[in-house]
C-alpha cells in the first residue's frame, strides 16, 4: 500500500510557509507606506526650537507685507486689529472698548478717520463739552492728519509699522520648546512656545515660507493671525477733499 501521508504533509508545510510569508510581506509593505508627517512640507519641523524661530524671524523681517488680525491686551486696554501692512506703512482698523477708528499711514505722515462721536468727551459734569462740538463736526468722517508732535502719534503709528508690531507680538519669554503639530487657515504647522505657552506661542507654517500664522501672546496678551504674506496692496495718501489738517495738538477724544 502507498503512504499519501509525507505529500499531506509537505503541502501543509508550503501552505503555512506561504500564510507566513504572505504576512510578513504585508507588514513589510505597511511599514513601507507609513506616512512621513515632513513629507511635502519645508522641513523646519525637524529643526530646534531655536532654530525654528530664527528661520520664522527671519521670514517675517523679509515679507514684502503681512495682514494682521486679531486681538491685542495691553494696559492700555483691548483692541480689536485688521491692519495690511508694509516697509513704506500701514492701514486698517482699530477698535477699542468705546470706539472704532481707521488709521492710515504713508511714511511719516500718519491720518485717523473717526466719527464725529470719536472727537467728543464728557465733561466734568457728565454733560458732552459743546466746546468740542465744531471740531467734532469738522473731523467726524474725515482723515485727520496726525502731527508728529501729538502725543497719541507715536502709539498710533506703532500700529501701522510692520516692524514694531512683529517684534512685539513674536516675542517669547523663557525657553523655547517646540509643541505640536497643527492646521492653521488650511496650512500644516509646527508650534514654538515660551517656556510651556505662558511665556506666548506662535504657529510657523510648515509649507513653502516658514511664516508665522497665528499668534498667542503670554498672559492671556490676546491672539491674532497673520496672513498674506508678501501680497503686494495699495497705499496711497488719501485726497485732498476727503482729509483735514488740524495742525498742532489733536482736541481730545473719546477714544
Known sequence: MTSFAPAVRNHRRTALALVLCGGLTVALAACGTEEDPDKGT???AKLSAAEIDKKAR????????????????????????????NAEGGMGSVTSK??????LRVEDELYLKAPAEFWTHEGSGGESETADAAAADKLGGKYVKVPEGDPSYRQLRGFTDKKVLLDGLLALH????KG????????????ILGGKGEGGAFDVSL???PYPVRVARGGGGGTVSLADWGQAFPLEAPEEDDTVDYGGQLPKSSG
Open 58 to 85: 527671519a521670514a517675517a523681517d523679509a515679507a514684502s507685507a503681512v495682514r494682521l488680525s486679531g486681538t491685542l491686551v495691553s494696559k492700555g486696554g483691548t483692541y480689536e486689529l485688521d491692519m495690511k501692512l
Open 174 to 177: 523663557g525657553t523655547l520648546n
Open 98 to 103: 468705546k470706539q472704532s477708528f481707521a488709521l
Open 207 to 209: 509649507e513653502k515660507e
Open 180 to 191: 505640536g503639530r497643527d492646521t492653521v487657515a488650511g496650512q500644516r504647522t509646527i508650534q
Open 42 to 44: 519645508n522641513g523646519v
